[in-house]
Nanobody, 122 residues
């Protein structure tokens, strides 16, 4: 599976962005998909995950109620709708895929996108 993340940019605090992660391959619908992020000088952290069907979703506490993960298996794409953005959300956002269930640990993932930069100004 090859992943291509897009949709990052510069936004003011309180604003919104929608990230997309397009996947190649016919088995996208069998993969759990997850968003991670890495801020400058910090370790990569889990943001949100969705199982293959979209019936199971999990968020980091820091984004719960503000971010929404979704997927469209017909389009081989997973989304991250980010609302009420804060300066501390500034990071490079990565999408990742793995077969079977999702995990919050990045090392469990087989496939990674290249990352898209989100910058939130105060």
């Amino acid at each position: 599976v090859q992943l291509q993340a897009s949709g990052g940019g510069l936004v003011q605090a309180g604003g919104s962005l929608r990230l997309s992660c397009a996947a190649s391959g016919r088995t996208f619908s069998s993969y759990a998909m997850t968003w991670f992020r890495q801020a400058p000088g910090k370790e990569r952290e889990f943001v949100a995950a969705i199982n293959w069907s979209g019936s199971s979703i999990y968020y980091a506490d820091s984004v719960k109620g503000r971010f929404t993960i979704s997927r469209d298996n017909a389009k081989n794409t997973v989304y991250l709708q980010m609302n009420s953005l804060k300066p501390e959300d500034t990071a490079v956002y990565y999408c990742a895929a793995r077969s079977d269930s999702y995990y919050t640990r990045g090392r469990e993932y087989d496939y990674w996108g290249q990352g898209t930069l989100v910058t939130v100004s105060s």
